[in-house]
């Protein structure tokens, strides 16, 4: 089984809805991350986390939320999807910081089209 | 947000070739790292550099912090099917803590039959 997953890996959605994109992981890591990937414009960060009580934005957090419902879930909410929002998103993990050591492991992604 | 500059952005080669890309930044990096990243797939480590002037291989894969702190490389030798994919650079800038890392625009690496 997979280390990191994301659910759904496809969804398609109208302007305005809700949506959430679920990352789960058995690694046992305390720090989690989400990002998008869009064509020709490499990844971003949008949020991460490094507990349960412990959430940061990262590069573009407008129009987004998320919760760390536990320490091997992070969601991503889109409040009000907008078609800007359609990309590819990944979720990741590490047990350390980046600058230090760590690898992150990242899930297979969710590709979200908003019409 | 900041970018950087990844080049070549594709690559056709024939199997067998070695192959050279690339970032370059105008702001200095604490860490460049370089990933892989297969269709369907996320990205995957390949080398992770900390140190300016570091030369780091892994199998036929190497690549190196530049001096500047600005520019890193990576070089694949006696390139295989299997490195068929993008390939990410990314840096955590100094001011930016551990945490937040800039990434690349990708090299699509081809192989021609």
């Known amino acids: 089984d997979a280390d990191v997953t994301q659910t759904p890996r496809n969804r398609i959605t109208k302007t305005g809805k809700r949506i959430m994109l679920e990352c789960s992981q058995t690694?046992?890591?305390?720090?989690m991350y989400w990002y998008r990937q869009d064509p020709g414009l490499g990844l971003r960060l949008i949020y991460y986390s490094f507990d349960v009580k412990d959430i940061n934005k990262g590069e573009i957090s407008d129009g987004y939320s998320v919760s760390r419902q536990a320490q091997a879930k992070f969601s991503l909410s889109l409040e009000s999807a907008i078609p800007n929002q359609t990309a590819l998103y990944f979720c990741?993990?590490?047990?350390?910081?980046?600058?230090?050591?760590?690898?992150?492991?990242f899930g297979p992604g969710t590709r979200l089209t908003v019409l | 947000g900041q970018q950087l500059n990844q080049s070549p952005q594709s690559m056709f080669i024939q199997e067998g070739e070695d192959v050279s890309m690339n970032c370059t930044s105008s702001?200095?990096?604490?860490?460049w790292l370089w990933y892989k990243q297969d269709p369907g797939e996320g990205p995957v480590l390949l080398i992770a550099?900390?140190?300016?002037?570091e030369l780091t291989s892994n199998g036929r894969l190497t690549a190196q912090f530049g001096i500047t702190r600005k520019d890193s490389f990576l070089n694949i030798s006696a390139s295989i099917p299997s490195d068929v994919g993008i390939y990410f650079c990314a840096g955590l800038p100094p001011n930016f803590g551990n945490e937040k890392l800039t990434f690349g625009t990708g090299t699509r690496l081809t192989i021609i039959p």
């Open positions: 550099l900390y140190k300016a002037g």
């Open positions: 990741a993990t590490s047990d350390q910081p980046i600058g230090q050591g760590a690898t992150q492991y």
């Open positions: 702001s200095i990096f604490n860490t």
């Open positions: 690694k046992g890591h305390d720090r």
